[in-house]
């Protein structure tokens, strides 16, 4: 069993605020989908315009024309709007700098990977290095009692800071290329001091700053060792955490979901530290248990997402009865942050969805009690044919394979203290998995408000993948002592799945992706709680689907014949045990013909099919004795020796490790039923 685990190929947390995979490619059909085509060649041949004014109105457009539209944005974006925006930022005027910035923050956060990219490809952090600095001494001066700068200035400079930032927080998150670029711009000490004076500049730019560190303090060494070596960094973190303010001044409401997200990110920060080093006080803290989980429980319980939808809908409705904004034009130029009081209660909406989110990511790490696989070694070891005599004993001609099994206590790590809190947590993120009435739309009956639908979708993923660390973490502790509460997971995961459905098909990826990630679910319930669950035929059936699909990968195969295997150790259901199996055995290669799930899958079912009938003298028994399993197996062995030979060790080390493991096995497994007799 794998627990979920974060790649660096996709870091971003929200890839796509409004997704667009529904949309047909190309700009035709994006000029075809759009409303807004008309405007848009105005909009470029002003933004290159000799007037400043309509410079900015140009940048200006540009930011209202994209919400929650991705034709437009991908019509735009093939117009190169992105390069268009990236020269303003050295416009001769200030002003036109300012909403150039703005306008690239929102393509960042609306727009996902492919416009970060092309972000970075055209060079934005040339001007991104001139600004940082810049902005380091503005701020620091503002923060000097002995300046007086206009209130206004202060609020064009906090809010360039929290597009800048928000910037590199999209883009560290786009490739190890671009975070190598962002780790050398030193940005720490310029992050910090944004948190440092949190009662003093606005939470939006100090939620920024949190935001861009915790990402860039995400398995990130040179940005993990900055934090670590400033024990005034720490104390801060801490001090945010503990919602200390560190001038005496009365803070706004603790329950602001703003002040939560930043809670919320400190703690994230802190966890990507940890361990704190000594001789600092701090280092003594238990941050797991003392720091993420009391901050991040009282976040995932706080919000009923069924509410959250309703209320959804009745912004919606009341902002659809509010009559239309003026058109653009030069003479009514629209401000960047011209919304509706229903708009900017649908932003806050979202943005608690957002937070509870990222609380449930950073439940997830804390949930995994396994490191991350290390990483392949290159090999001069040559992979010759190793098919001496299997029967006997096997001879790889390479020496013993290091055996890189987790131990049940890996690298000395206590993994019976966290799985002692695991259950507590368990009925709230359950909670959490049950999708409302926006959660999942059909294509034929589109959202009425993409970002809410997005983050609930959202919301539903991440709280299935801390449901899997979770059960995973138990299931290495053994069977679980309360079945009935197993039963009551399996249940609802279940439901969640059957509310979901199975549409599939372009703009319906959130729906496959919960089915995926569930299924690590219901492995992990039905490991712990194996053979006390019921095999209901719709649901086998179900999983067989769902492993049979033809963009199925072998990750998730692999769970589907996992969870299969232990429903059919339930020993009153002969008739599910013999459907199972006989599955589990169409896998297996024949003959000359390999396995049709491949070999990954295939290695899975053979050991699921040892695990099954290692035991003759349980009732299902009776279905390997009459269905003739054992010749079958014996049949297949050929086939399977042939597949394990093809994995290249160089490459794929563990699975060719776990391969020479289920080929022996079943070879002696073949042999000792064979010897039985039976």
Known sequence: MGKSQKKRSMRRHNPMRVPESHLPKGLASA????????????????????????????????????????????????????????NRLTDSEEEVVIEAMGALRNLCIDGG???????????????????????????????????????????????????????????SETSNKALAAINEMNLLPFLMSFLAARDKVPLATVTAAAQCLYVLTDDNYPAIADIRSDASYVACLISIVSNQNPTGRKEADPADARQVTLRVLASGILRNVSPLPPPSVASAIDVDKDIVLPQLRPVITSISLADASASALQLISQQSSMPEVEKLSLKHTPKSDHRSPAEIELDRLEGRLRTVQLALEILTGLCATLPDPEPEMPSDQNDGDEEANLDLAVEDGDGEMPDIDMPQDVAGMDTQAPTQTLPSIVEPVLKLVHPTTMSFPPLAAPSPHPPTTSALSAVHVAALECLNNIFLALARNGPLGDVGS????????????????????????????????????????????????????????????????????????????????????????????????????SILPTGSVPSPAGTEPMLQAASSLIDIYSDENMPHDVNFRTGGFLDRLAASIDGVKKEVRAIDRRKERELRRRGEEVRDNLVDFVQYRRHLGL
């Open 31 to 86: 000029s075809e989908t759009s409303s807004k085509t008309q405007a848009i060649l105005p909009i470029i041949e002003k933004m290159q315009g000799t007037d400043a004014a309509e410079r900015k109105w140009a940048c200006v457009a540009v930011s209202n024309l994209i919400q929650n539209d991705p034709s437009t944005r991908r019509l735009l974006q093939g117009k190169n709007i992105v390069g268009a925006l990236i």
């Open 113 to 171: 990977y492919d416009i970060c990219a092309e972000m970075y490809n055209k060079s934005i952090l040339v001007p991104l290095r001139t600004f940082v600095p810049k902005l380091a001494t503005t701020l620091a001066q503002y923060l000097d009692a002995s300046q007086n700068a206009p209130e206004n200035a202060q609020k064009l400079v906090y809010e360039f800071s929290d597009n800048v930032i928000t910037v590199l927080w999209c883009l």
């Open 486 to 585: 197993g039963r009551a997971v399996w249940d609802a995961v279940w439901t969640a799945l059957n509310a979901v459905g199975t549409q599939s098909g372009l703009g319906q990826e959130r729906r496959r992706e919960m089915w995926e990630v569930a299924a690590g679910v219901l492995w992990g319930v039905a490991s712990v709680c194996r053979g006390n669950l019921e095999p209901k035929p719709e649901q086998v059936q179900a999983l067989m689907a769902l492993c049979d699909g033809a963009n199925a990968d072998a990750g998730l195969r692999v769970k589907c014949i996992g969870t299969l295997e232990c429903l059919a150790q339930n020993t009153t259901f002969l008739d599910a045990n013999k459907t199972i199996a006989e599955y589990l055995l």
